[in-house]
C-alpha cells in the first residue's frame, strides 16, 4: 500500500503518510487515503459519474492541499465519492499543475461502508517533499 495512516499523531484527526517515485502518484495515493478514511471499501466505488480538476500553486504542499479539498468539497456539495482515474502534475516555471479526471458515484450507504467523515485537510504538519528519490506526503485530516 503507498500510504498508511500514522497512529498516535492527531488525537482527533487522521495522520497520513504517502509515498512514491513518481509525484503524480504521491497525489493519486494521497486521495486513495482520504477515501479509504472515509469507507471502508473504496473497491465499492462504481465509476458512473465524471469531475475534471485543474489547480494550480505556487507551492507544492498547498496543491496536494488543493488537491485533496477538491474531493472533500465534491464530497460535501454533491455527495460523490471520487477516485483518481488519470493525475498528472508538472511544475512550469514557478508554478505547479495538476490536471486530474476523477470518476465515482453518490454515496450509497448500502454499499458503501462508511467509516468517518473528512471536514476538511489541516495545514497541521502538511509537508510533500523528495527525500532520497521518493516523494513523500503528509496531511492531516480533520474528522
Known amino acids: 500500500m503507498p ?3 500514522i497512529e498516535n499523531e492527531a488525537i482527533a484527526d487522521v495522520a497520513i503518510e504517502a509515498f512514491n517515485i513518481d509525484l503524480s502518484e504521491v497525489f493519486r495515493d494521497s486521495g486513495a487515503a482520504l477515501i479509504k478514511t472515509m469507507i471502508e471499501n473504496p473497491e465499492a ?3 458512473r459519474i465524471g469531475r475534471n480538476v485543474v489547480l494550480n500553486n505556487n507551492q507544492l504542499d498547498l ?3 488543493n488537491f485533496l ?3 472533500i468539497y465534491y464530497k460535501d456539495t454533491e455527495q460523490l465519492l471520487l477516485l483518481t482515474i488519470q ?3 508538472r511544475q512550469t516555471g514557478c508554478e505547479w ?3 486530474a479526471s476523477l470518476a465515482g458515484e453518490t454515496i450509497d450507504a448500502s454499499r458503501h461502508q462508511q467509516r ?3 471536514k476538511a485537510v489541516t495545514l497541521h504538519q502538511l509537508s510533500l517533499k523528495k527525500e532520497n528519490d521518493v516523494w513523500k ?3 492531516v485530516l480533520d474528522i
Open 45 to 47: 466505488i462504481c465509476l
Open 63 to 65: 496543491l496536494l492541499y
Open 3 to 5: 500510504y498508511r495512516f
Open 69 to 71: 479539498e477538491q474531493l
Open 137 to 139: 506526503a503528509h496531511f
Open 97 to 99: 499543475n495538476l490536471v
Open 87 to 89: 493525475l498528472t502534475t
Open 116 to 118: 468517518v467523515d473528512v
